[in-house]
């Protein structure tokens, strides 16, 4: 395993500062011609149905199948919340799933947030933080997205989207003893981001500690060790797992510190060699209200005439020698094939959602190299365009994220090793030609199914019946925790 500083360490920094400026300053661009279109624009037009949005897209099957899904749909039960009454009466749907989430003191989150304008010295991350974490609706002036339900979200955005997403969970509690698990509402990405650059290392462990210093002399605590805790933040591990107490050294040492070693945590991206930590989706733009919104996208993916056989959309890591990223730009600009998005520093085009969404909605194949660490906000992207990724490493997504994608791996994605890439004989193009075509369209449809699981829904309101990828992670968790408690009940036993 390449386990190196360069992961997370300085070498990382324009990378850094190109991916903040990536992720902030268009926006506020985009924003203003969004809201410049709508000022022009009519009053908005009722919601067509479902079969009216598909009738425009054609195809006599796709018709077929929405009536049927708007049959399902009329059959569900009408909202969530007659749900959750008739659940609690029945009162056992709840039973061994309660969370009870820590009231912290406002230090470790909501003071964080009032601090974004301070996060990175070069850009304002406050605009972020509006929809309850989503960020601003995104502009649709091309029609890459659909009208609702789409948000210049962050990648590294998740701490409070997870945590609003938390506050709507059906079973929370106030009574820790029911509780099968405790979440601790610490914002460790966005605090940790303030002092990633030039702050020496109590600075950048100082509320980690206190946090840690918090949780254990509560009674809650007690109960197990810690064990039934879970927290999260929204940046990868490398971003809190120093080794020293060198001032250089990037990062904190939250993952390392002997209270936080007996929770469960939560990152877009797990070391490969620690077992408390665990790798959730990187969010994505879409933030769904409601399970139509849903339904409606993945028919539409469906629908999508895929043009292209791969797409590569990002940049050349020339500083980094272990990088693949220029192979794949020379295989895809040869290819007639291929269709390349080049990210050239700062390039307009690539600031634009819209831009490499639109691609991914017309190819078939996406590829996704690994960055400065394994992972890609972008593979979740691809997914949601129903484009079947190319991995070229297992930890940018076989062993990250193992409660959201299945464990067949070559039922969703195509895997070809980067060594193969590196030493020149592996044709990409070759490749993904010699997958039939009724194979590739079977892994898009895989794809395109497994939308539900890995979108953030919109912490604003409640999906009906489809389970997100905060119910997965929670669940998740849950389980750990009772396989935890039953080990610990054993040692007493025996
Ligand atoms: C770390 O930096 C803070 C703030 O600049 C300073 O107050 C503190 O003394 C420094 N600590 C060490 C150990 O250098
Ligand atoms: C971690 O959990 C174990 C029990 O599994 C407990 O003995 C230990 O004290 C806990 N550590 C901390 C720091 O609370
Ligand atoms: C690819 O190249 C490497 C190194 O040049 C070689 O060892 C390997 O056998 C080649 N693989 C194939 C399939 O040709």
Redesign the pocket.
């Known amino acids: 395993m390449e386990r190196s500083a360069a992961h997370g360490g300085k070498r990382s920094l324009p990378r850094l500062l190109f991916l903040a400026a990536l992720s902030a300053t268009p926006w506020l661009l985009i924003v203003y011609l969004h809201l410049s279109v709508l000022n022009g624009a009519p009053a908005s037009s009722p919601q067509p149905s479902l079969v009216d949005a598909v009738a425009s897209d054609g195809g006599k099957d796709a018709q077929r199948f929405l009536l049927e899904q708007e049959e399902r749909l009329r059959k569900l039960p009408p909202s969530r919340d007659a749900t959750t009454a008739a659940a609690a009466a029945a009162e056992d749907v709840c039973e061994g799933r309660y969370v009870y989430i820590h009231d912290l003191p406002s230090r470790f989150n909501v003071d964080i947030l009032r601090n974004c304008r301070e996060w990175y010295r070069w850009i304002n991350m406050c605009v972020y933080l509006s929809n309850g974490g989503l960020g601003e609706p995104v502009d649709n002036a091309d029609g890459a997205f659909a009208d609702e339900g789409w948000y210049a979200t962050d990648h590294f955005g998740l701490d409070l989207i997870f945590h609003s997403r938390m506050k709507q969970y059906e079973c929370l509690t106030d009574d820790s003893s029911r509780a099968a698990a405790v979440f601790v509402p610490f914002y460790a990405g966005f605090d940790v981001v303030q002092h990633l650059w030039g702050s020496n290392a109590s600075v950048k462990d100082a509320a980690s500690l206190e946090l840690v210093n918090w949780l254990?002399g509560r009674p809650e605590?007690r109960t197990m060790?810690?064990?039934d805790h879970f927290v999260l933040s929204g940046r990868t591990a490398w971003d809190h797992q120093r080794q020293t107490d060198s001032d250089s050294e990037w990062g904190n040492k939250l993952l390392r510190l002997?209270?936080v070693q007996?929770m469960t945590v939560l990152f877009v991206e797990k070391t490969p060699w620690t077992e408390h930590d665990f790798a959730v989706p990187y969010p994505t733009y879409f933030h769904p209200a409601k399970d139509a919104e849903i339904f409606q996208w993945q028919q539409r993916m469906r629908g999508m005439k895929r043009e292209w056989l791969f797409t590569f959309a990002g940049g050349t890591r020339p500083g980094d020698p272990n990088s693949i990223r220029h192979h794949l730009v020379r295989q895809c600009g040869a290819s007639s094939l291929c269709k390349l998005i080049q990210c050239r520093k700062g390039e307009r085009k690539c600031l634009i959602p819209s831009t490499f969404m639109r691609v991914f909605q017309g190819t078939r194949f996406c590829l996704q190299p690994t960055g400065d660490t394994y992972t890609r906000r972008s593979a979740f992207d691809a997914i949601l365009a129903g484009c079947v990724p190319v991995f070229f490493h297992p930890a940018s997504a076989y062993t990250q994220y193992k409660w959201h994608l299945p464990d067949e791996h070559e039922t969703y994605s195509v895997f070809i090793a980067e060594e193969d890439i590196r030493s020149g004989n592996v044709s990409i193009e070759e490749t993904l030609r010699r997958i039939p075509p009724h194979v590739a369209e079977k892994m898009t449809e895989t794809v395109i199914n497994l939308i539900p699981r890995l979108v953030y829904a919109d912490p604003r309101s409640k999906l009906e019946t489809v389970k997100d990828a905060v119910d997965l992670t929670v669940d998740a968790v849950i389980d750990r925790v009772k396989k935890l408690r039953k080990e610990?009940h054993g040692v007493a036993a025996s």
């Open positions: 254990t605590w060790g810690g064990r002997p209270a007996n610990m």
